[in-house]
Each structure stands twice: as structure tokens, then as C-alpha cells.
């Protein structure tokens, strides 16, 4: 059965790019859409530098008609300045906004934005009811468990979010205080899911790494769909693998060498024209590894990747890499 936000189809079992801050730009959407990805979020956006008008704030409202259906994600304490940034977010026409109540990171979470918020669940819910009540757009919220331990409160967090009016939960596997250290706790997400009060689509996050995880987790844990984060970091085609796997139970032939440096080398144009050519060399560098992983023999390639500063000079590498693999030099 076919999953919908609202009158958003997403197929029967949708995999989700999940926001992550210098990763879901418009290049690496672009990517990860071509290979698969049934929804995306844009990195998350700060309230109060959207509404201060700030420049990398108000950039990552860039949306493009190819990556519909798209949902845009904000964050922030204030319920007032979440709410001027719905309207500000609303009029750029995406197709969903996105609350973000799970971001661990301390300069986010210790002001009370993002997983800080857990700490105060009369204010996410008022909040969340302030979004929904201020757009006509659907709204969905992504989350974790809890703050920590002792208030994994998710369920009955998932039960008041339906009911102020959000349309679908990703819920990440882990408290606030585990950052991304241990392993998720899908029984959680799975007790959200099978919730006879439940009626919005539940997508799990969380550890995702492989096709055959995303199989497993798919049949034990009932979800609606899965969102993917770090695994998809330079390696964009996790989707149409998982894709093809959930299908017909077998592995699609990896990505070559050619098909790895073709993607980096978009991916890193792409940048280069979206951001710049410094912040793209510069945060490429985080995708390389990813791009190249499992390639024997590879360690001074990599090296020259991550710690140049000049573009020409990575496009060299890149193409040298080609060249090396078509002499069977570097072999997968």
C-alpha cells in the first residue's frame, strides 16, 4: 500500500534522505534523487537567522522542481520566531515543512532547539501546534526517543504530535545523550508504529547502513519507510541498492571506480557552482572517503583529496584515479 503525506504519494516502502547540516545541499540532493531517494530535507535552517535574514540561512532555502517532493526543515527555541520562519519557509513553496526535534549537537541542543526541546514536551507540542496552525503545507517532525534514558517518552510524544496535526514522524533510534555513539533502539520506533492510535506514516532512522538491513528492519520493525543519513555520505546509490534489493532479493553490482570518480566529479562541479569554489573543495572533502571506500590500496589518493585546497589540482587527482583504474592499476 502506498504511503502518503497527505496527498503526497511515496510508494510503497519510501526511503528518505535524511537533513544533514554541509551534507543535504542541492548537490548531493541532486545525487541522491537520480539514485533513488523517494523524499529529502534540505540541511536544516535556523528560525532566528532566517528571520535575521542571514545569508547561509536564507541560501538553504534553494529548492529546485527535480527534487519534489522536497520538505524544507527548520529548527529553533522560540515559538514566535518559528512561526514568522513557517511563513517566511512557506512562501518559497516547498512540499512539506519539517520541524527539527532531534539535532544532539551541543550548540543547538543546550539552547533548547533541536533534541533540547525534549526537555520540554508541553513546549514541542505547543510549538509543533503554532507550525501546523500557521501553514497549509503538511508538516512532519523528526525526532528521537528521548532526552535521555530515563525520558524515552516517544510514544506518547508521537500520540500529541498527531493529534496538534503533523502529518508523518521520523524518529531516530537513540536519546539526545547518545548522540550517534551505540546502536539505535528500533523497538521504540516500532512500538510508535504499532500504536493502534497511530495513524501518520512512521519512518525509522537509525543505523541503516546496507540492503539487507533495511530488509530486516522493513519485516521486523513494521515501519512505513526508512530515512537514511550517514550511509548515503558520498555514497548516493544505498537507495536504488535498497531499492533493488526490498524487489527481488538480490544485490545490484557495486559502483566501479569510473562510476565512483564520475559521481565525485558532478558532485563536486555542482558545489562549485551552488556555494563556491572553496567551501565546495572544502567540503567535499568529508564525501571522499565514502566515495572511495573499500578500494584496496587507496590511502595516498585520499590523502591528496582531503587535504588539497585547490580545485584544479582535486580534478586532477580525480581524473588520475581514471586513469590508474584503466590500466588496472587500482582495482576494486
Known amino acids: 500500500m502506498s504511503v502518503k503525506i497527505r496527498n503526497i504519494d511515496l510508494g510503497d516502502f519510501p526511503l528518505l534522505l535524511a537533513p544533514m547540516e554541509d551534507v543535504s545541499d542541492p548537490p548531493f540532493r541532486a545525487l541522491c534523487k537520480e539514485n533513488g531517494a523517494d523524499l529529502m530535507y534540505t540541511e536544516f535552517i535556523s528560525s532566528e537567522g532566517l528571520i535575521r535574514d542571514a545569508a547561509k540561512s536564507v541560501q538553504k532555502l534553494d529548492i529546485y522542481e527535480y527534487e519534489r517532493p522536497i520538505g524544507i526543515q527548520i529548527f529553533g527555541s522560540d515559538i514566535e520566531s518559528m512561526r514568522k520562519t513557517t511563513e517566511i519557509v512557506e512562501r518559497t513553496n516547498p512540499d512539506i515543512i519539517d520541524i527539527n526535534y532531534g539535532c544532539p549537537v551541543k550548540k543547538v541542543a543546550c539552547k533548547g532547539a533541536g533534541a533540547g526541546i525534549l526537555q520540554d514536551i508541553p513546549k514541542m507540542v505547543e510549538m509543533t501546534k503554532e507550525i501546523v496552525n500557521t501553514t497549509k503545507l503538511p508538516v512532519t517532525v523528526k525526532t528521537r526517543l528521548g532526552w535521555d534514558e530515563n525520558t524515552k517518552y516517544i510514544t506518547e510524544v508521537a500520540e500529541r504530535l498527531q493529534d496538534v496535526g503533523i502529518e508523518a514522524l521520523s524518529v531516530h533510534g537513540r536519546t539526545r545523550k547518545q548522540m550517534y555513539k551505540g546502536e539505535a533502539d ?111 590500496h587507496f590511502k595516498d589518493y585520499r590523502i591528496k583529496l582531503v587535504t588539497s585546497f585547490d580545485l584544479n589540482e582535486v580534478r586532477d587527482t580525480l581524473d588520475e584515479i581514471v586513469w590508474n583504474a584503466e590500466k588496472g592499476l587500482i582495482t576494486l
Open 186 to 296: 528500533w523497538d521504540l520506533i516500532a512500538e510508535i508504529k504499532n500504536n493502534p492510535r497511530i495513524r501518520i506514516p512512521i519512518f525509522g532512522n537509525g543505523d541503516i547502513d546496507s540492503p539487507e538491513k533495511a530488509v530486516a528492519y522493513k519485516a521486523k520493525y513494521n515501519v512505513d519507510g526508512i530515512m537514511i543519513g550517514r550511509a548515503s555520505i558520498g555514497y548516493p546509490w544505498i537507495f536504488n541498492e535498497i531499492k533493488h534489493f526490498v524487489k527481488t532479493g538480490e544485490h545490484l553490482p557495486p559502483p566501479s571506480i569510473a562510476d565512483r570518480v564520475h559521481i565525485a566529479k558532478r558532485h563536486l562541479e555542482m558545489s562549485v557552482e551552488w556555494k563556491g569554489e572553496i567551501l565546495a573543495v572544502n567540503e567535499m572533502k568529508r564525501h571522499y572517503s565514502n566515495y572511495f571506500k573499500g578500494i584496496p
